[in-house]
Nanobody, 128 residues
Framework: QVQLVESGGGLVQAGGSLRLACAAS????????MGWFRQYPGNEREYEFV??????????YYGDSTKGRFTISRDNSENTVYLEMNSLKPEDTAVYYC???????????????????WGRGTQVTVSS
């Protein structure tokens, strides 16, 4: 079983950048497909897909609202997945969660229910 801990959230002005990190422990990190999701204030029932990366890091996926501004990457030697967020907008304000799943049998990676393990989240606030 893997434990996930996010870091790097904070308060930033619109147009600014942040880099989130998710450190994993337990399990074999390189076997996990990793994803980032977010929850908006007052909407704790839904997770919006942000980005995902395959086990080797060779393929990445993005949500429509983050494509072109966010970049997901992973370092399997450091058991860490990153989310580089640029050109941040006030509507990016949310709690960001790291998620993992292994093995992967072709589940829908855009769906939060496909992931077995979750971190506790890190708050990102973008001021206008």
């Amino acid at each position: 079983q893997v434990q996930l801990v996010e870091s790097g959230g904070g308060l930033v002005q619109a147009g600014g950048s942040l880099r989130l990190a998710c450190a994993a422990s337990g399990g074999t990190f390189s076997s996990y497909r990793m994803g980032w999701f977010r929850q908006y204030p007052g909407n704790e029932r839904e997770y919006e897909f942000v980005a995902a990366v395959t086990q080797t890091g060779g393929t990445t996926y993005y949500g429509d609202s983050t494509k072109g501004r966010f970049t997901i990457s992973r370092d399997n030697s450091e058991n860490t997945v990153y989310l580089e967020m640029n050109s941040l907008k006030p509507e990016d304000t949310a709690v960001y969660y790291c998620a993992a799943r292994s093995p992967w049998y072709g589940e829908n990676l855009y769906d939060s229910s496909s992931y077995d393990y979750w971190g506790r989240g890190t708050q990102v606030t973008v001021s206008s």
